[in-house]
């Protein structure tokens, strides 16, 4: 690294522009905070269709481990916000019990700031509907989930929220991104952080590297929110090595069949659904985009590519995806390629889920000759630098005012969508750092 570097200053550097770091920017702003916040996509800004998600994964969608696990990777501002299903999902009971961490205030005040709820009836479409039924009339508790979605802006049978949500319904992070740039955070797109710059144990600014070459970011806080599988190569270039030792990903596949009625395409997925906690299984009605459908297919090899041309009944079929808890197993290393195994009781929560789902969808009206189930896909990684461990509480790293903020800091494999989570730990966060500074400058103010 031998060719110049620039120097920017700032009170704090942000690496990586998703639920968490985008929280972060925005809260530490309102406070008066210059902040840098730093992003290593771009700002794509087409959405509603296949190709256009594409371009805001990591190497198109091509992300595996070594083992094959197919792992979904966002790589643009906004982070996984922009290609989530909107799902809500209030912070796990252990938490607080275990961690001693309550975001009850945090998260009342998420809920009431976007806000969340349940999607209305008029916006319940008719294969969530017949799905749920089916559910009910088997004793499964499946009812509506909570959705960051504001249904007076949602289009009827569109089912586009994972493909970016051309009506702006769904809330994605790039809304406090904005609200951010409004109160002068400076938004360096297509801009990777390499590491951690610090003396004496203590962090003094990041090494990134941009469209006009290596930068030096000068800040006396640092935080790391590039995701569960872009922070943990940070803190390994930055002198920890632990980071990135055993992760989560959450598998999850599709059973699918066709119906005379409309399919679940046209739903706002994830509308409704079950998480059986004890089994570690989260079930719902989602419907999936025909170039999603095919690629998972695809990848089940001869059985998959039998099925192929079932593909064409996507308009017609209903579909429930099946996400389960995994093993904190696995590594991701300083190249940023990463192994992820799923081990024996993961395939059992996953075939449990199936054959759930199979019975569920006959009982909808699905021709249970003509069912089809995927290969499997992984969602939202996390658990690489975890709280209890690499972390204390308020999510410092042994690099002093060196933080982390994103999937990688929750400390026990979930299973269920982590953002609501994520964005009450970072205002929380937040909260502490200002209450630090007040407090600090007080104390210069005595002497």
């Not at 200053?9 to 639920?19: E, L, N, T, Y």
């Not at 700031?113 to 319940?124: A, F, G, M, N, T």
């Not at 209890?388 to 790293?397: A, F, I, R, V």
Request: proline share 6%.
């Amino acid at each position: 690294m031998t060719e110049p570097r620039r120097i920017m200053q700032a009170d704090v550097v942000v690496a990586g522009s998703g639920p968490g770091g985008a929280t972060m920017a925005r809260e530490l702003s309102k406070k008066g905070k210059k902040v840098i916040l730093c992003e290593a996509g771009k700002y794509q800004e087409r959405f509603g269709y296949s190709p256009f998600l594409l371009t805001m994964l990591d190497n198109f969608g091509l992300t595996f481990s070594k083992e094959g696990t197919w792992v979904m990777r966002p790589k643009t501002a906004g982070g996984a916000s922009m290609v989530f299903c909107g799902t809500a999902v209030k912070p796990p009971a252990w938490l607080k019990d275990k961690y001693d961490i309550d975001l009850t205030e945090e998260v009342d005040e998420l809920y009431e700031e976007v806000p969340i709820q349940p999607l209305p009836d008029s916006r319940i479409g008719p294969a969530a509907r017949q799905i749920m039924q089916s559910a009910q009339d088997m004793g499964l508790d499946w009812n509506p989930i909570d959705k960051w979605i504001r249904a007076d802006k949602c289009k009827q049978d569109c089912g586009l929220c994972a493909l970016g949500c051309p009506t702006g319904a769904k809330w994605t992070a790039r809304e406090f991104i904005e609200e951010a740039q409004r109160n002068g955070v400076d938004l360096l797109l297509q801009t990777k952080v390499d590491r951690v710059l610090s003396e004496n144990g203590k962090a003094m600014g990041v090494r990134a590297k941009g469209p006009r070459g290596w930068v030096d970011i000068l800040a006396d806080t640092v935080i790391l929110s590039a995701g569960g599988q872009g922070t943990p190569p940070i803190l390994q270039r930055s002198g920890i090595h632990d980071a990135g030792q055993g992760f989560f990903c959450d598998p999850l596949l599709f059973v699918a069949g066709p119906v005379e009625s409309q399919g679940s395409f046209f739903d706002v997925p994830m509308t409704a659904g079950v998480n059986l906690f004890e089994d570690g299984i989260m079930m719902t009605d989602q419907g999936l985009p025909p170039m999603m459908y095919t690629s998972l297919l695809t990848l089940r090899g001869p059985k998959g590519w039998a099925s192929l041309p079932k593909v064409l009944n996507y308009k017609k079929s209903l579909s429930i995806m099946i996400k389960v808890r995994d093993g904190l197993d696995g590594r991701v290393n300083q190249d940023e390629s990463f192994s992820k195994p799923l081990d024996y009781d993961t395939w059992w929560k996953l075939n449990k889920g199936a054959a759930l789902a199979e019975e569920i969808l006959a009982g909808a009206g699905a021709d249970r000759d003509k069912l089809v189930t995927t290969s499997v896909v992984a969602s939202h990684p996390g658990g690489t630098v975890r709280i209890g461990e690499l972390l204390d509480k308020d999510c410092q790293t042994q690099i002093e005012n060196c933080y982390c903020m994103d999937t990688t800091i929750i400390p026990e494999a979930w299973g269920l969508p982590p953002t609501v989570t994520v964005v009450a730990m970072a205002k929380r966060l937040a909260k502490h750092l200002t209450v630090a500074a007040e407090a600090k400058v007080a104390a210069k103010g005595a002497d």
